[in-house]
């Protein structure tokens, strides 16, 4: 029997269980949004991780937030209706639109944020330039949603720093040094920009500092930046954190979760939560049963959730019949995947999101040497490219000349003067002096792959791509590089060598999760809420229903839905228990509504 799916149950009394106030199982952005809110708003607060880590997928994500008319937006002067963003969302999001859900993350979304930037050290600032994914598309911006976090020093985690989850290498430059969407911009033009070089300086000036006593940087950007953010506050504000801790069962007690069985540092605790418990353990996507919920298709897929990330919530939840999302535009959210395997034997995953797809002088081609999709586009609609035709498209190979290699790189592959000898050994990047032998050496159709560039490069001539439109919106634009014009996404593919990299499908977390109300509250079967069990992140069916209508679309609900199911069980608490709080907090509790 599966442990994870059944249910313990106590009687009123348990003189041998641990008490808090409210556990949350999983420490990604919206279990750390639960946990911080509910500790801000007086409640003691377990998180609970399965990991060795903290942090999940969100440590290793954009850190991007896409929230409706937030403070920021306000004091730059955008203040976009609520019924455009509705529309916006209407049209991408389809027959799964759910109206209660978006209308409560439209209503609510700014006050979350503003309520964990009062009350934490989140950070938050307006991207001024960062189109939807589907810009063109009715009540669709170009600015005004699209949040960046602030970079943190890593320092003031203090022993707490070696416990956040380390990017993979990849996504480091020299072994160990984040950089931000910004940050590569400079890097990508530190020889043709004064103020990219004098930026790429500071970084690398800082980056050597930190080196002389840690293992990596301690200069966190992006999803680092933001797990770090709301530990710290977390941690000042007594949540305690258990890693390294499997979840054995719910605990119910009158018809109510009232806590869970956890296997924590080599003991079976039973755990009391007097407000009940939020799954936020990041969903299934690395779990075995994940493959059933995706398209076929000839090629293997690589999912960048954390290899802990395989449903226990979805599990445990199942014990109290809960419902779960069903019929969804999408199961998970899609990215492409390169993987270059070490000599260890170990695999290296990285996800083409942000720095190679939309350049200038790449393009994406399938076995038939033919491309298939628009490069620039987000990498959720180019994996769903890639699934078309049952699968045709998977895998695929990103293609580049010498001129793009040397500006941008691709991939795990840097730009001049790097040099990527190592990655053609590994056979991960295939070098070529003609395109012919480019196609020979990675199996695809050299007649095929012939015309299509005579056909591309025609059309990058004139600066047009007339078969699939690239850099044909405000989002591939932005995408591209700024500095090329005047179409950042096109250059012809002339310069000799050439070189491709294999494109696996892959992930950035499951999108179908826990059916909840707008108060995060998990619902059962029959539609009614399942008394103290609460639901947010990835453990939540998206409320986008795995569509991905711009950046941040995962991080914003789930920091939103987070902070609601903490005031649900504070507000619950409250009326019911008023010893849960201490003296003073319910003038916390009553601001947190200042901003709706």
Excluded at 182 to 203: A, E, N
Excluded at 319 to 348: H, I, Q, R, Y
Excluded at 451 to 462: K, S
């Amino acid at each position: 029997m599966n442990t994870a799916t059944h249910l313990s149950r106590t009687g009123p009394t348990d003189a041998c269980a641990q008490t808090c106030d409210v556990i949350v199982l999983g420490s990604g952005a919206a279990g750390f949004a639960a946990a911080v809110s509910a500790a801000c708003l007086g409640l003691k607060v377990l998180l609970v991780e399965k990991a060795a880590t903290f942090g999940g997928t969100s440590a290793i994500s954009g850190g991007a937030v896409w929230i409706h008319d937030s403070d920021q937006a306000r004091a730059a002067g955008i203040q976009v209706p609520a019924e455009r963003t509705r529309t916006y969302l209407k049209t991408v999001i389809g027959r799964g639109y759910r109206p209660e859900l978006v209308d409560a993350f439209i209503a609510r979304g700014r006050e979350a944020l503003a309520f964990l930037e009062s009350h934490s050290e989140l950070k938050y600032s307006l991207r001024p330039l960062s189109p939807d994914y589907y810009p063109d598309l009715p009540g669709g911006t170009e600015t005004g949603r699209a949040l960046e976090v602030a970079e943190y020093d890593g320092r003031r985690l203090g022993a707490r720093f070696k416990d956040l989850r380390r990017p993979p290498d990849g996504m480091l430059l020299f072994g160990g040094m984040m950089v931000n969407r910004v940050d590569i911009q400079h890097f990508l033009g530190i020889k043709r920009s004064l103020k990219s070089f004098w930026h790429c300086l500071k970084l690398l000036a800082r980056y050597g500092v930190d080196r002389l006593s840690h293992p990596r940087g301690t200069r966190l950007t992006v999803g680092n930046a933001l797990i770090a953010r709301l530990a710290s506050t977390a941690f000042a504000r007594g949540v305690e954190l258990w890693l390294n801790a499997r979840t054995e069962s719910l605990i119910v007690e009158e018809g109510r979760v009232k806590g869970m069985l956890i296997d924590y540092d080599g003991q079976r605790r039973r755990v009391l939560a007097r407000g009940g418990v939020v799954l936020a353990s990041g969903g299934f996507a690395a779990g075995p049963q994940a493959a059933a919920y995706r398209p076929e298709a000839d090629a293997e897929h690589w999912s960048m959730s954390p290899e802990t990330n395989v449903g226990d919530g979805l599990s445990l939840a199942a014990a109290v019949n809960a419902a779960t999302g069903e019929g969804m535009a999408a199961n998970f959210f899609w990215a492409p995947v390169s993987v270059l395997c070490k000599p260890d034997g170990s695999l290296e995953r990285f996800p083409h999101l942000v720095t190679d797809r939309a350049k200038p002088g790449v393009i994406a081609v399938n076995r038939a040497g033919r491309r298939f999709v628009n490069e620039s586009d987000s990498y959720h609609s180019f994996v769903e490219a890639m699934f078309a035709e049952g699968g045709a498209n998977a895998p695929c190979w990103l293609i580049c000349d010498a001129e793009a290699m040397n500006r941008y790189g691709m991939g795990l592959a840097r730009p001049r003067p790097v040099d990527n000898a190592v990655l053609v050994e590994a056979g991960y990047l295939h070098r070529a002096e003609s395109i012919l032998e480019l196609a020979r050496r990675i199996g695809v159709d050299a007649a095929g792959l012939q015309q299509t560039l005579e056909r591309y490069n025609a059309d990058a001539r004139e600066h047009v791509d007339r078969e699939f439109g690239k850099g044909g919106n405000a989002y591939n634009r932005y995408m591209g590089d700024p500095l090329h014009t005047p179409n950042p996404c096109i250059a012809p593919l002339n310069k000799a060598p050439y070189y491709a990299i294999k494109i696996g499908t892959g992930d950035l977390g499951s999108a179908r999760g826990l059916l909840t109300d707008a108060r995060a509250n998990v619902l059962d079967r029959a539609g009614q809420p399942v008394a103290g069990l609460y639901a947010a992140g990835n453990e939540m069916n998206s409320i986008m229903d795995g569509t991905y209508p711009g950046p941040g679309i995962t991080l914003g609900p789930g920091l939103t839905f987070g902070y609601l199911a903490a005031c649900e069980i504070a507000e619950r608490l409250r009326n019911g228990k008023s010893n849960a709080t201490q003296p003073g907090d319910e003038h916390v509790l009553r601001t947190a509504h200042l901003h709706h």
